[in-house]
């Protein structure tokens, strides 16, 4: 299967749910209804469309949300979609809140990769940019993920500026030094209600890169699996 470039499709991404257990004030508001499950894909009908696209030369599957780790059920979707013939790759976006408890039985159902979401090493400004998360909680999730073989470790990071766009960029780089981890920083994408506040708080790539080799010198290009 390939796409109207001709670039050749092997993966999908599949939003398991847009529900969130955290409410991060650049993605929505702190008051937010989510769809009802009915609305949402059956475990039926992405184990179908998985099949399909195997079919077609998809191998990799990135599962994410809202935050799919939320979804009931999700160890045996993973493993039911572990189950489909040529899918080699099964990977997910999470915010590693749960990962404590569901890291290994993930592991165990076929899971073999996690991105998680991480955007500050500060536990006062992880509290704020969530609205009431942990930052401990999300470190007992990484430990469990590579407690459970769920490696690389990848963690994404989106930058707002005049929040985390100094010294925080610069100590989750550090992190790529210290640890054998993958770091992406990421643009904020303007959409839906919270729109006016990205449009005003967007970093751009270059002044990232520019934080980055400020502190660490010139960075050099390498090859990136971005599934």
Same mark, same amino acid.
């Given at each position: #299967?390939?796409?109207?470039?001709?670039?050749? !499709?092997?993966?999908?991404?599949?939003?398991?749910?847009?529900?969130?257990?955290?409410?991060?004030?650049?993605?929505? &508001?702190?008051? #937010?209804?989510? *769809? &009802? *499950?009915?609305? =949402?894909?059956?475990?039926?009908?992405?184990?179908?469309?998985?099949?399909?696209?195997?079919? =077609?030369?998809?191998?990799? !599957?990135?599962? %994410?949300?809202?935050?799919?780790?939320?979804? &009931?059920?999700?160890?045996? =979707?993973?493993?039911?979609?572990? +189950?489909?013939?040529?899918?080699?790759?099964?990977?997910?976006?999470?915010?590693?809140?749960?990962?404590?408890?569901?890291?290994? &039985?993930?592991?165990? +159902?076929?899971?073999?990769?996690?991105?998680?979401?991480?955007? %500050?090493?500060? +536990? /006062?400004?992880?509290?704020?940019?969530?609205?009431?998360?942990?930052? /401990?909680?999300?470190?007992?999730?990484?430990? +469990? $993920?590579?407690?459970?073989?769920?490696?690389?470790?990848?963690?994404?990071?989106?930058?707002?500026?005049?929040?985390? /766009?100094? @010294?925080?960029?610069?100590?989750? $780089?550090?992190? %790529?030094?210290?640890?054998?981890?993958?770091?992406?920083?990421?643009? #904020? #994408?303007?959409?839906?209600?919270?729109?006016?506040? @990205? @449009?005003?708080?967007?970093?751009?790539?270059?002044?990232? *890169?520019? %934080?980055?080799?400020?502190?660490?010198?010139?960075? @050099?290009? $390498?090859?990136? /699996?971005?599934?």
């Amino acid at each position: #299967m390939h796409d109207s470039y001709g670039r050749r !499709i092997h993966y999908l991404r599949i939003s398991l749910t847009d529900a969130c257990n955290l409410r991060c004030v650049y993605c929505m &508001p702190e008051q #937010m209804s989510f *769809r &009802p *499950r009915h609305e =949402l894909m059956s475990d039926e009908e992405i184990l179908y469309l998985v099949t399909a696209g195997a079919s =077609l030369g998809v191998e990799k !599957i990135r599962l %994410t949300g809202g935050e799919p780790s939320i979804r &009931p059920g999700v160890v045996e =979707l993973v493993r039911g979609i572990a +189950a489909i013939p040529s899918i080699r790759d099964i990977a997910m976006t999470t915010n590693a809140l749960l990962l404590h408890e569901l890291a290994q &039985p993930l592991a165990d +159902a076929g899971l073999r990769r996690v991105n998680i979401s991480i955007d %500050t090493l500060d +536990a /006062d400004k992880f509290h704020r940019i969530t609205r009431w998360g942990h930052i /401990d909680d999300v470190w007992r999730g990484i430990a +469990a $993920a590579e407690v459970a073989g769920l490696r690389p470790v990848k963690l994404n990071a989106v930058v707002v500026r005049g929040f985390n /766009d100094g @010294q925080d960029v610069v100590d989750l $780089a550090r992190l %790529t030094l210290e640890r054998d981890w993958e770091v992406r920083f990421i643009e #904020m #994408m303007p959409f839906g209600e919270v729109s006016d506040f @990205q @449009q005003t708080n967007v970093v751009s790539y270059r002044e990232i *890169r520019q %934080t980055v080799e400020a502190e660490f010198g010139p960075l @050099q290009e $390498a090859g990136y /699996d971005f599934v």
